[in-house]
């Protein structure tokens, strides 16, 4: 009996260890301008072929309550499939998915379709949270379901330009994001890594 509890400990032990070996979070602070408005979290889990990512932004700003929610899947370093939304104020609500089919995948941007031709999405904006680009020029955006440039600013900063002509700057120290600078509708935020 000593000896099946011994066993049981050890296994209970050791997929413990395991899951939270193929488990990260970073969690972020918004601020904008001296004032903590909000939190950022980003949680990646792999299990073999098979990554996860998810990203909970709850932001309060004066009126404004935003919750933005991305959750990515992947296997084997493919994007499979994709949902963002957004909802301001409780009513305001944005949403894209993007799925897999084969060779191309199939955008929904606020229920308006289109179509990816040939393509495998291996690197989305949710990746940065956890990864330093440093061979990347271009990521998808699940939010906006399109790549977007980016580029190298040396020093382990990364501009990622956005359609309507604002970038946002990423800083990693030692491969690790550590602080963002977003320009929003709402005027420049930073994002400070926390945990």
Do not use: W
């Amino acid at each position: 009996m000593y000896n099946i509890f011994r066993v049981l400990l050890t296994v209970i032990t050791v997929a413990v260890v395991y899951v939270q070996a193929n488990a990260q979070t970073n969690t972020f602070e918004v601020r904008v301008g001296n004032h903590a408005v909000g939190t950022i979290e980003a949680n990646r889990k792999t299990s073999g072929a098979a990554k996860s990512i998810i990203i909970k932004t709850r932001i309060q700003v004066m009126l404004s309550k935003i919750n933005s929610d991305i959750v990515n899947e992947y296997s084997n370093n493919v994007l499979t499939n994709a949902k963002s939304s957004r909802i301001k104020n409780g009513d305001d609500k944005k949403s894209t998915i993007t799925i897999r089919n084969g060779k191309e995948y199939t955008i929904t941007v606020d229920g308006e379709k289109s179509v990816l031709n040939n393509a495998e999405i291996e690197e989305c904006v949710a990746d940065l949270y956890f990864t330093e680009p440093r061979q990347l020029t271009r990521v998808f955006s699940e939010t906006l379901g399109r790549f977007l440039p980016l580029k190298s600013l040396g020093g382990g900063m990364y501009e990622l330009s956005l359609p309507e002509g604002k970038k946002n700057v990423f800083k990693y120290e030692n491969g690790t994001l550590v602080l963002v600078e977003v320009n929003h509708s709402f005027g420049k935020a930073i994002f400070v890594k926390v945990s």
